[in-house]
Nanobody, 120 residues
Framework: QLAESGGGLVQPGGSLRLSCTSTRSTLRFATIAWFRQAPGKEREGVACISSGGTATHYKDSVKGRFTISRDNDKNTVYLKIIPVKPEDTGIYYC???????????????WGQGTQVTVSS
């Protein structure tokens, strides 16, 4: 029900925009979050956005570089990263749920993930 896209190989200092698209229009009423799983590490929440797009929340370490936004007419949530850093490497997942927080507990619909590799 959620599909991520936009991952790939990107050079440090570049930019990246990930997309999370839903096939269900009802998900426009859900909070959407982006999670990242770096190699050898646990998955962590990095950004989330309220259903209406008026409220956002970020992991402290990504503030200023990550921007989450949504277009409910397109059933799509975006995550823009600029500038990208090597530590951004990992699999990025989007998830739908309730509650504007970065813990996994409130998210019950997940995408399959998209790989992001930051390397020169």
């Amino acid at each position: 029900q959620l599909a991520e896209s936009g991952g790939g190989l990107v050079q440090p200092g570049g930019s990246l925009r990930l997309s999370c698209t839903s096939t269900r229009s009802t998900l426009r009423f859900a909070t959407i979050a982006w999670f990242r799983q770096a190699p050898g590490k646990e998955r962590e929440g990095v950004a989330c956005i309220s259903s209406g797009g008026t409220a956002t929340h970020y992991k402290d370490s990504v503030k200023g570089r990550f921007t989450i936004s949504r277009d409910n007419d397109k059933n799509t949530v975006y995550l823009k990263i600029i500038p990208v850093k090597p530590e951004d490497t990992g699999i990025y997942y989007c998830a739908a749920g309730v509650g504007l927080q970065l813990g996994e507990d409130v998210y019950n619909i997940w995408g399959q993930g998209t790989q992001v590799t930051v390397s020169s």
